[in-house]
């Protein structure tokens, strides 16, 4: 709606604020937003209201919000959460474009603060004011001086940057994305707390951020995620404009909504989806809170490397094996290099300048010649980033200068990453940040980042716009199985199925598929049958047939199973799990991996959202650890990836289409030998939305 679209450009680019509720004491909770303000730039007009003040250090104060001049851009609301929503309703009717509300005890304080936040949301949205918050630290805009938060990191050192930092938990944001971030020396231009997320969310604030031309790269902690697919449409709009998206994502150990029937809910963790719908938009998913801090470090530099070869430079042979180890675990090569120049190697008699290049303790003496030593690595064009190991020799006012000097006239002169490992003072630090050198501390971790910056080389598998989606309503289901799974999904490819009625037209219909078969019994909601003892296999005559179909039929009357008898050949080959699922958050998500022990035990399963082509299967099969059994590992036959594939993007095709189906399991799909045998599906379960009465 254009008001709203109106309403957040007044908060993110306000010309005038209004702190409601400021104190005269700028130590105070309710009087820092006001202090951050006037002292630390904010050129817009500034107003206060407090009825126990007529000015608070030379900004007007008015005794409520009645009073203040019309069309406010941005009220900073620092009220109880019981005065929240007068002030809205009297801030609505003063035409205030937006509002901070800083107030917890609402929607994360029970039942009766959801509802609090909902009539404030409803409230807000009525009014076309928009929210940031409840229960939020508020935001900065450091470039602009604006200064919507009560956040005390601000009193001991700020330091305006390029990187854009979007939190739903504001202890989080205030400390890696606002002070440890600082303390690195890396500028922030943007922090923002969505909160509760009662109106504006974290999707939103990434997409209005993103077209800021002066935003290098956007870091994101999440808990969560309300509209999954708005999200990945704002990190893709990041990425055509050539900005990063990191994410660290908080509550990892979480195992998502879990089935209580079918396979493949129990395997689409949440954790999972997430990784799988973040790798198809092209974002980079932190570890941790570290690795998180590194790659905005690395990628705020504005280089990352075009390719997989790293060069190193360093003092330390030992350092060197380090992160020829890490290089290796990692996918990450190191080139051989071709002999240096005779006039540089004879300066430097003692150093091999092979990859990586140990110069030693030679640099002590010399260490303008860490120039050279640079370019000599970067001018092979199979070298995409150096990486240098300093140590700590920027610590030192005698060699450290030099150095610094070297590193940043080598960089200056190329396109390609250089990194420094070590440690390095302050002023030093920020010198070669300013040069685009980032100052990373441990060696292994910069190797990751930089195995991780290299992921945003490949195109993402998704396009703009991501279609939007939305969960279907809360209803009753239905789980289908046998023959009428099969009917579900036909466009999948099954192994001869036959209902069999009697013992002897069980041993009739054996006969013409040829055995082995199986015979199972098929029922309405019956999803494991080897829990029940409903299966039998291996059957290799007629008469064996004929006795399993009367077991059982005994069996299946002592269950009290309404249902029927299949008999299915029993095909050998590879067994393989494919499924397909409503995610809450993303929507509809596929999964294959290999079935057995790999998918019980190890919970080797690849995930993509739907619809998902069969190329991506197939990259998807390919990082899968259990990959080599399906391509001929250790002399076994190779199988069919490519009909595997089709039969997955099938599914993925279904589980998209069908706004009736939430879940869908195959399990196995049998691959036969040979490499055009096919493949085939053995057993289906299908969930799904019964209609409405």
Known sequence: MPEQRSGLLRMMQPKSIAVIGASADGKRINGRPLRYLREFGFDGKLYAVNPNYRDIGGVPCFPDIGSLPRDVDLAVCMLSSAQVLPAVQAAGRQGVGAMVVMASGFAEAGAEGRARQGELAATARSLGIRLLGPNTLGYRDQRRGIYATFATDLDSRRLAGRVAIITQSGGLGGYFGGAQLTDLGVGAGYLI?????????????????????????????????????????????????????????????????????????????????????????????????????????????????????????????????VILDASDALGLSMPAVRPADPALQAKMPLTHFGNPLDASGSMANTPELLDPLLQHMLDHDEIDVVVVWLAYALLSPIVGPPMADAVIAAARRTSKPVVICGMAMPE??????????????????????????????????????????????????????GLQAQ???????????????????????????????????????????????????????????????????????????????????????????????????????????????????????????????????????????????????????????????????????????????????????????????????????????????
């Open 193 to 321: 707390d969505t909160g509760n997320e009662a109106d504006i969310d974290a999707a939103e604030c990434l997409e209005a951020v993103c077209r800021d031309p002066d935003v290098s790269v956007i870091g994101l902690i999440l808990e969560g995620c309300r509209s999954g697919r708005r999200l990945l449409d704002a990190c893709l709009a990041a990425r055509e404009r050539g900005i990063p998206v990191v994410l660290f994502k908080v509550g990892t150990s979480a195992a998502g909504a879990q089935s209580v029937a079918l396979h493949t809910g129990s395997l689409a963790g949440e954790l999972q989806v997430w990784d799988a719908a973040l790798q198809a938009a092209g974002v980079l998913r932190a570890r941790d809170e570290a690795q998180f801090l590194d790659l905005l470090h690395l990628l705020d530099s504005g280089r990352r490397p075009r390719g997989k070869g790293v060069g190193v430079v360093t003092l330390s042979g030992g350092v060197a094996t």
């Open 428 to 481: 030093l630090r920020d010198r070669l940040r300013a040069a685009g050198v980032p100052v990373l501390a441990f060696p292994t971790r910069a190797i990751e980042a930089l195995a991780m910056a290299v992921q945003l080389n490949e195109p993402t598998a998704l396009s703009r716009p991501v279609v939007d989606w939305s969960p279907p309503q809360q209803t009753s289901e239905t789980i289908h199985t």
């Open 487 to 693: 009917r579900l999904l036909s466009a999948l490819p099954f192994a001869q199925t036959h209902e069999v009625r009697s013992a002897a037209h069980a041993s009739e219909v054996a006969s013409q598929l040829g055995f082995p078969v199986a015979l199972k019994v098929e029922a309405e909601g019956l999803v494991h049958k080897s829990e029940l003892g409903v299966i039998r296999l291996g059957l290799r005559h007629a008469a064996d047939v004929a006795a399993a179909f009367d077991d059982l039929e005994a069996v299946g009357a002592r269950h009290g199973l309404k249902g029927q008898i299949v008999c299915q050949p029993q095909l050998s080959g590879v067994e393989v799990f494919a499924g397909a699922k409503l995610d809450q958050v993303f929507g509809p998500v596929v999964m294959v991996g290999l079935g057995g022990i790999f998918v019980e035990l190890f919970r080797d399963v690849a995930m993509l959202l739907a619809p998902a082509e069969p190329a991506r299967v197939v990259a998807a099969l390919r990082r899968l650890k259990g990959f080599p059994v399906l391509d001929g590992a250790r002399g076994r036959a190779l199988v069919d990836i490519d009909a595997l594939a089709e039969t997955v993007a099938a599914l993925s095709r279904l589980i998209s289409e069908r706004n009736d189906i939430t879940e869908i399991d195959v399990n196995p799909i049998i691959l036969p030998p040979g490499r055009n045998a096919g493949a085939l599906a053995v057993d289906a379960v299908v969930r799904t939305l019964n209609a409405r009465d």
